[in-house]
């Protein structure tokens, strides 16, 4: 993490400290920044009521007993809005706790607006294979990691830069957040996630503002993968924080074949009205019913550059937004 990235003048809050030597740290290297400092536990030891007291002198806000899943909850700290939020090395305290550490970090996101400006960042530092993403050098398998991506969803936010975690910039930092231990632990290769807050998808605004027409298309035979094209057709606009590794998410969908229907249609009606959150569509099957009724069976890759997607969500847009959509402008009613 750049110390350039803090900026001038800006305010900053600092939570899950631990022993505040992190805070401190910051201190010395004259920032000119309004930082507030803050911590879970309601009882410290000695290391860090000294460290609390440097910071105190210095003019830093020092909050204990701040649980970082409820900033909302705090009558303090819920009445502010700061620019930067720094949350270190987030850990629950024991070993192999993969879902409860991304049960920590969903929760934190969701909180986390409470207390910062629309337009604020969130730095989340991560020790190497922790994140998921494929900045790790140890990339992990899906369940060996903490999904940092999605988990951020869940509050709107998306990833907008990773910036490797200098620890020879904070000598004196002692991280302790690993098993609950007073002790350091290897930093090497870590991560610092840069977030920042979008908007959440819904059926006006996931629609690409420039519209396109495949009747280019019409003597195609072979429709796979059309829409996996669309991006050379038409240049989705770029007037808004671009998501860094978004997650893609893959489901099947069923329409009745009705006289007129125009397979060319469907793939240009999902990107004009889903664009922004459909990366791939795949002709998967025809079914002829015995009764001369006839099925196409598609497979749609949802993901996005612009929105946080999250499979709660995206389930919910599959099953009740792109229905909603094929039935108002193709006039298919889609079976659930």
Known sequence: MRLSLLGKNKKILLVGEGNFSFAVTLLKYNLNIDLTASCFENNINEISKKNTDILKRCGVQVFLGVDATKLEEHKILSK????????????VGGKMRIEKNRELLRKFFMSIRAVLKSDGEIFLTLCDGQGGTPADKDIRYWHDSWQVTEM?????????????FDSSLFESYTVTGYRSLEKRFNTQGSLTHIFKLSEKPTIDNIAPKE???????D????????????????????????????????????LPITSGFNIIKFYETLYNFAGLVISNVELLRYYKFYKLKETITFRITYE??????????????????????INKYLNIFVPS
């Open 152 to 164: 951020a969803a869940h509050g709107r936010f998306i990833l907008v830069a990773v910036e490797p």
């Open 304 to 325: 996005s550059k612009k929105f946080p997607l999250y499979r709660k969500l995206t389930i919910d847009l599959h099953e009740n937004v792109i229905p909603k959509i």
């Open 219 to 254: 003597n195609v035979v072979n429709w796979q993968n059309i829409i996996s094209d669309i991006s050379n057709i038409s240049n989705i606009s770029n007037d808004y924080n671009l998501s860094l590794y978004p997650k893609s998410y893959t489901f099947d969908i069923t």
């Open 80 to 91: 502010e809005n700061f620019d930067i939020v720094i949350f270190n090395f987030p850990h």
């Open 211 to 217: 519209k396109i027409d495949l009747k280019m298309y």
